[in-house]
């Protein structure tokens, strides 16, 4: 079972532009959220991430925004650069239990 | 500074051969994952430890083993290795588990295993 959706498998955004990256869960118990940033062959390197208690977490050019009623998350960049493409992955924590969502490949075009 | 090592990087295995990918990393971190990424999906989490003596199971153990004899190293044995098993793993780590605090995991760049 999915627990975490990514249901936008890519994204092509202009440079200077925004990035919204979307990410949805099913289990109302997750208390963590987290992304993560990955090129090809190399490993996902983390991202920003939001405790459950909170709705808005920013870091420089990226925010992520937690909806707990509509169980959505999101990622904003702005302003897209070239240098951010690549695939964003959400995950979503409860105890011992991490869950990862299938992954959204941004484009930035310059 | 290395961070999180594995090895080897490609592999290709015959079915119901054995192997062990290796991880290693360099940062004293307590707690240590195995996750596998099968095309189109979201990394699944195998196998994980809190410290050196401790493992538990993941999402998606059946079909692994693991160890945890040092704080550095934390293999992941495949002990009769079938086509299902063919996947991207990867290791990481950090400090505290990433669900209770704001330390993230650090990962290693992946083996590619492909099991014919």
């Known amino acids: 079972d999915q627990q975490v959706k990514q249901n936008s498998p890519s994204l092509s955004v202009q440079e200077g532009r925004i990035s919204i990256l979307n990410c949805d869960y099913t289990n109302s118990m997750f208390d963590y959220f987290l992304w993560y940033k990955k090129y090809p062959a190399e490993g996902p390197t983390f991202l920003i991430s939001?405790?459950?208690?909170?709705d808005k977490n920013e870091d420089g050019r990226f925010t992520v925004f937690l909806n707990k009623s509509a169980k959505h998350l999101s990622l904003h960049i702005v302003p897209s650069q070239p240098g951010d493409s690549a695939g964003y992955f959400c995950a979503a924590s409860v105890n011992n239990d991490m869950r990862f969502g299938a992954g959204t490949r941004l484009t930035v075009k310059p | 500074n290395a961070g999180v090592t594995q090895t080897p990087k490609f592999r290709i295995l015959k079915i119901g051969q054995s192997m062990t990918l290796q991880c290693a990393q360099d940062m004293n971190h307590n707690y240590m994952y195995w996750y596998r990424q099968d095309p189109g999906m979201g990394l699944k989490l195998i196998y994980y430890?809190?410290?050196?003596?401790?493992?538990d199971k993941g999402e998606v153990p059946n079909g692994y083993n693991v160890s945890r004899s040092t704080t550095e190293d934390f293999p992941l044995r495949l002990e009769l290795a079938a086509p299902s098993q063919t996947s991207v793993y990867f290791c990481?780590?950090?400090?505290?588990?990433?669900?209770?605090?704001?330390?993230?995991?650090?990962f290693g760049d992946g083996t590619r295993l492909s099991i014919l």
């Open positions: 430890s809190v410290g050196a003596g401790i493992t």
């Open positions: 939001i405790s459950s208690i909170k």
């Open positions: 990481a780590s950090s400090d505290q588990w990433t669900g209770l605090s704001n330390q993230p995991q650090h």
